[in-house]
Nanobody, 114 residues
Framework: QVQLVESGGGLVQAGGSLRLSCAASRSIFRLNVMGWYRQAPGKQRELVASITVGGVTKYADSVKGRFTISRDNAKNTMYLQMNSLTPEDTAVYCC????????WGRGTQVTVSS
């Protein structure tokens, strides 16, 4: 089992940047795929970005060119660099790690003001 804890959320003005972190309680090397998801009020949860243990990344069309996902297996941490934020990016952001099971963090709030 692994516990995931997100940090780095907060309030930022439109056009600003935030860097989210997802720290794991043990090695993430066996988490074949890790990802960031978000859920805005009244909306379904959506995949923002994912990354494999080998570093292959995927992004939602809405964040391509603005967000960058990365992982540091040595530090047991995954990151999401978010630039050029807009109010539409406001949501609770959660990280997930997958091996035999899926593990979820509790989330961190990101609020972008106009």
């Amino acid at each position: 089992q692994v516990q995931l804890v997100e940090s780095g959320g907060g309030l930022v003005q439109a056009g600003g940047s935030l860097r989210l972190s997802c720290a794991a309680s043990r090695s993430i090397f066996r988490l074949n795929v890790m990802g960031w998801y978000r859920q805005a009020p009244g909306k379904q949860r959506e995949l923002v970005a994912s990354i494999t243990v080998g570093g292959v990344t995927k992004y939602a069309d809405s964040v391509k060119g603005r967000f960058t996902i990365s992982r540091d297996n040595a530090k047991n941490t995954m990151y999401l660099q978010m630039n050029s934020l807009t109010p539409e990016d406001t949501a609770v952001y959660c990280c997930k790690g997958s091996e035999m099971y899926d593990y979820w963090g509790r989330g961190t709030q990101v609020t972008v003001s106009s």
